[in-house]
């Protein structure tokens, strides 16, 4: 036992900074898109999560090579190579597009907390729901600061890790209650393209769901943010190897985690006939009838760890970006860093704060992240490509094969989500 425990220690160690990122992207944001849309199209959407986690590990890759190779961070990169404007634009449009989610995702995870309590003391209906869900909230951002306060990188990097363990291992489990047909999932892979037409018309509804999974998924903080972890992480050129199998094994777990949460859906539907899931926490109600309370609270602690474990990266971006603009370093215990994140906190309460259901807004912010893709891509396929800063460790044919791809998939997607969002506006 104590062999395993070590052997097991030893990994997390190994993948520490691809579960970080894991983390990052797979909040109550993913969520809430991916149960959206496996209770509304099934497993028809799922070639768009399998090519959203393909092309994410592409740019882990070259990101994370990049940072190895040259010692350098994103951001802190940007501006030496292409100027300050730039590189202020970069982190300008990511630490906006999380900002935007952060409450909405901070009112998910309170909500989910509330139902979680509600299971376990049914009493708890006679408390007023407005002003539990709000305390809620307020005592995870303190718990979420003061952790930051006094904590280290690689302490977060362990909570993350159970977080994220407790999240997949949840929706994994709950996928023995209820999940499609093998032939359902398999055929998910292929592209249907008639998903998104209605009646000979483009659907406003599929092409700005498709743009979410996407943003949710392909998510720009992920690769900006990934050569700040590997520095800190203590990874050199020497660790190249590594990182390689740091990448496969996070967008891995990536694509199984939200394919787990999409068949929990998909499946929910088909074996009770029932509507649509227009919250996320229609879901709780949806398992209840087939899986009894057991796979419902296993569904609450999969959403909650979805939510904490993107929460610490989200209130961590923008004094990690600033720490990067200036120095290219690490800085997480910094006056600084305490007092954006603070404020981030504290920014992270409006949602709850307002009493507004945040369905409709976390889809629409996960959207707003796609815009920034195409720039972040070409940008690094620029600098990866460059003989006189990678030397012999410079793209080859295969990695710009991917980020060419990636490019092309950015642009259709974002072209895409502008003409679901004028639609939108016009009808």
Same mark, same amino acid.
């Given at each position: 036992?104590k062999?395993?425990?070590?052997?097991?220690?030893?990994?997390?160690l190994?993948?520490?900074?691809?579960?970080?990122c894991?983390?990052?992207?797979i909040?109550t944001?993913?969520?809430?898109?991916?149960?959206?849309?496996?209770?509304?199209?099934?497993?028809?959407?799922?070639?768009?999560?399998?090519?959203?986690?393909?092309?994410?590990?592409?740019l882990?890759e070259?990101?994370?090579r990049f940072a190895?190779?040259?010692?350098?961070?994103?951001?802190?990169?940007?501006?030496?190579y292409?100027?300050?404007?730039?590189?202020?634009?970069v982190?300008?449009?990511?630490?906006?597009?999380q900002?935007?989610?952060?409450?909405?995702?901070?009112?998910?995870?309170?909500?989910?907390?509330?139902?979680?309590?509600l299971? &376990?003391?049914?009493?708890?209906?006679?408390?007023?729901r407005y002003w539990?869900v709000?305390?809620?909230?307020?005592?995870?951002?303190?718990?979420?600061?003061?952790?930051?306060?006094?904590?280290?990188?690689?302490?977060?990097?362990?909570?993350?890790?159970?977080?994220?363990?407790?999240?997949?291992l949840?929706?994994?489990v709950?996928?023995?209650y209820?999940?499609?047909?093998?032939?359902?999932?398999?055929g998910g892979?292929?592209?249907?393209?008639?998903?998104?037409y209605?009646?000979?018309?483009?659907s406003?509804?599929?092409?700005?769901l498709v743009?979410s999974l996407?943003g949710?998924?392909?998510?720009?903080?992920?690769?900006?943010?990934r050569?700040?972890?590997?520095?800190?992480?203590?990874?050199?050129?020497?660790?190249?190897?590594t990182?390689?199998?740091?990448?496969?094994?996070?967008?891995?777990?990536?694509?199984?985690?939200?394919?787990a949460?999409?068949c929990c859906a998909?499946?929910?539907?088909?074996?009770?006939?029932?509507?649509? &899931?227009?919250?996320?926490?229609?879901?709780?109600q949806?398992?209840?009838?087939?899986?009894g309370?057991g796979?419902?609270?296993?569904?609450?602690?999969?959403?909650?760890s979805?939510?904490?474990?993107?929460i610490?990266?989200?209130?961590?971006?923008?004094?990690?970006?600033?720490?990067?603009?200036?120095?290219?370093?690490?800085?997480?215990?910094?006056?600084?860093?305490?007092? &954006?994140?603070?404020?981030?906190?504290?920014?992270?309460?409006?949602?709850p704060?307002?009493?507004?259901?945040? &369905?409709a807004?976390?889809?629409l912010?996960?959207?707003?992240q796609?815009?920034?893709?195409?720039?972040i891509?070409?940008?690094?396929?620029?600098?990866v490509?460059?003989?006189?800063?990678?030397?012999?460790?410079?793209?080859?044919?295969l990695?710009?094969?991917?980020?060419?791809?990636?490019?092309?998939?950015?642009?259709?997607?974002?072209g895409?989500a502008?003409?679901?969002?004028?639609r939108?506006?016009?009808?």
């Amino acid at each position: 036992m104590k062999s395993f425990l070590q052997t097991l220690y030893r990994f997390l160690l190994l993948v520490g900074p691809g579960i970080f990122c894991v983390g990052y992207t797979i909040g109550t944001g993913s969520v809430t898109t991916m149960i959206k849309t496996g209770s509304e199209y099934g497993m028809s959407l799922l070639w768009v999560v399998a090519a959203s986690c393909f092309f994410c590990g592409v740019l882990m890759e070259a990101y994370g090579r990049f940072a190895l190779v040259t010692g350098e961070t994103s951001i802190h990169a940007f501006r030496r190579y292409f100027g300050a404007p730039v590189a202020i634009l970069v982190a300008f449009m990511v630490v906006l597009g999380q900002w935007f989610c952060l409450s909405g995702l901070v009112g998910l995870s309170s909500e989910a907390l509330y139902q979680l309590f509600l299971l &376990i003391w049914p009493g708890l209906e006679t408390v007023d729901r407005y002003w539990f869900v709000l305390g809620t909230a307020a005592c995870v951002m303190t718990v979420v600061y003061a952790i930051l306060w006094v904590g280290n990188y690689s302490r977060l990097e362990f909570l993350l890790t159970l977080l994220v363990t407790l999240l997949g291992l949840s929706f994994i489990v709950s996928n023995a209650y209820v999940h499609p047909t093998a032939g359902q999932f398999f055929g998910g892979f292929l592209p249907k393209i008639s998903t998104f037409y209605v009646d000979g018309k483009l659907s406003v509804s599929t092409t700005l769901l498709v743009a979410s999974l996407v943003g949710t998924t392909l998510a720009a903080p992920t690769f900006v943010v990934r050569p700040l972890l590997l520095h800190g992480k203590g990874w050199t050129k020497n660790d190249l190897k590594t990182q390689t199998r740091d990448v496969l094994f996070s967008s891995v777990l990536m694509f199984v985690v939200n394919a787990a949460i999409m068949c929990c859906a998909c499946g929910a539907i088909l074996n009770l006939g029932g509507k649509p &899931i227009e919250k996320v926490l229609d879901m709780v109600q949806t398992l209840t009838p087939i899986a009894g309370s057991g796979a419902v609270i296993l569904f609450l602690i999969g959403m909650i760890s979805a939510g904490l474990s993107s929460i610490f990266p989200i209130v961590m971006v923008c004094p990690l970006l600033i720490g990067d603009f200036r120095q290219g370093t690490l800085q997480i215990r910094t006056p600084l860093f305490r007092i &954006i994140s603070a404020f981030v906190c504290f920014l992270g309460l409006m949602v709850p704060l307002l009493g507004a259901n945040p &369905i409709a807004a976390q889809i629409l912010t996960q959207i707003a992240q796609v815009f920034v893709l195409p720039l972040i891509i070409i940008l690094m396929q620029i600098l990866v490509n460059r003989r006189s800063i990678m030397g012999e460790h410079r793209a080859g044919v295969l990695l710009n094969i991917g980020m060419t791809g990636a490019f092309l998939f950015s642009l259709v997607i974002s072209g895409t989500a502008v003409q679901g969002l004028v639609r939108l506006l016009t009808n």
